[in-house]
């Protein structure tokens, strides 16, 4: 079990940027594959980055060449760095974790923090 907690949401113009952090609490984090998924209104929870040791880097193609997932096995932490944001970026954005080799989907994680929101102005 990880426990995850997000933080660095805000409101942001088109074109800004912005990073998101997520602290983790527990064992054996270096083994876990961490993810970013995010929420809109209305809409499902999609995926958007996941790092995992054994497989790399994976992204949603909506953002691709514009997020980077990265992590700091030794401060337990996950960051999302936003750049170019878009007015369509806006969600509420969750941070996810499973012993899982990879996985971009909701299910594949048991893991979750509580959300952080991110708002794009246009």
């Known amino acids: 079990q990880v426990q995850l907690v997000e933080s660095g949401g805000g409101l942001v113009q088109a074109g800004g940027s912005l990073r998101l952090s997520c602290a983790a609490s527990?064992?054996?984090?270096?083994?876990?594959?961490m993810a970013w998924f995010r929420q809109a209104p209305g809409k499902e929870r999609d995926f958007v980055a996941a790092?995992?040791?054994?497989?790399?880097?994976t992204y949603a193609d909506s953002v691709k060449g514009r997020f980077t997932i990265s992590r700091d096995n030794a401060k337990k932490m996950v960051y999302l760095q936003m750049d170019s944001l878009k007015p369509e970026d806006t969600a509420v954005y969750y941070c996810?974790?499973?012993?899982?080799?990879?996985?971009?989907?909701?299910?594949?994680?048991?893991?979750w923090g509580q959300g952080t929101q991110v708002t794009v102005s246009s």
């Open positions: 996810a974790a499973t012993e899982r080799q990879s996985g971009t989907v909701v299910t594949e994680y048991p893991n």
């Open positions: 790092v995992s040791w054994r497989t790399g880097k």
């Open positions: 527990g064992r054996r984090f270096d083994t876990y594959t």
